[in-house]
């Protein structure tokens, strides 16, 4: 179960600039443009709401 990144960002609630915003446009290469930051970040920097909830439910009963 491998996505790419370019299906993830189809789900626009999901990935987050390292800044915590969702106006990201994927430039078709290893990055992808936030329009808030004006500041464009590679895959690997962006936050995957998906892997971000396993660990942020810590303290969620
Ligand atoms: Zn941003």
């Known amino acids: 179960m491998s996505e790419s990144v370019s299906e993830k960002l189809d789900d626009e ?3 987050m600039c390292p800044q915590h915003h969702h106006q ?3 430039q078709q290469g290893p990055t992808v443009y ?6 464009a970040y590679r895959y ?4 995957d ?3 971000t909830n396993s660990y942020s439910v810590v303290g969620k009963r």
Do not use: A, F, G, S
């Open 44 to 47: 690997e920097e962006l936050i």
């Open 13 to 15: 609630w999901r990935m």
């Open 49 to 51: 709401k998906v892997e």
């Open 34 to 39: 936030c329009e808030r930051c004006n500041h």
């Open 24 to 26: 990201l446009k994927d």
